[in-house]
């Protein structure tokens, strides 16, 4: 009877262990948000592309559950502002964090 509960114990304890082990962080992102995350970062890549005023290699776009961040450099204030617009408008973007730095 005795290795029977201690079995059980260690059982339990490796189940709930596990099932711990599985629970998503915060931080962390699905699988699905992942690649709805990257569509987004394509499409505001070549949102930004699109635009004639912006230079896209001059930008780094990342996307983290919707939320876009912008950054790297540009030349003016008028590039920052008109990337973050683009960034806006593009479908799936839950908000913009603009880190672009102005280059003089």
Same mark, same amino acid.
């Given at each position: 009877?005795?290795?029977?509960?201690?079995? /059980?114990?260690?059982?339990?304890?490796?189940?709930?262990?596990?099932?711990?082990?599985?629970? !998503? !962080? #915060?931080? $962390? @992102? #699905?699988?699905? @948000?992942?690649?709805?995350?990257?569509?987004?970062?394509?499409?505001?890549? #070549?949102?930004?592309?699109? @635009?004639?005023?912006?230079?896209? +290699? %001059?930008?780094?776009?990342?996307?983290?559950?919707? &939320?876009? %961040?912008?950054?790297?450099?540009? /030349?003016? +204030?008028? &590039?920052? +502002?008109?990337?973050? &617009?683009?960034? *806006?408008?593009?479908?799936?973007? *839950?908000?913009?964090? /603009?880190?672009? $730095?102005? $280059?003089?």
């Amino acid at each position: 009877m005795t290795f029977s509960r201690t079995l /059980n114990r260690v059982l339990l304890s490796l189940f709930v262990a596990s099932f711990l082990g599985c629970a !998503a !962080a #915060t931080k $962390q @992102e #699905t699988t699905g @948000e992942y690649v709805d995350d990257a569509t987004v970062t394509s499409r505001v890549k #070549t949102a930004i592309y699109k @635009e004639p005023t912006l230079k896209v +290699s %001059q930008i780094k776009v990342e996307t983290m559950k919707g &939320e876009v %961040q912008l950054s790297g450099f540009v /030349n003016s +204030s008028a &590039e920052k +502002s008109r990337a973050g &617009e683009v960034a *806006k408008d593009v479908k799936g973007v *839950k908000s913009v964090s /603009n880190d672009l $730095q102005v $280059q003089r």
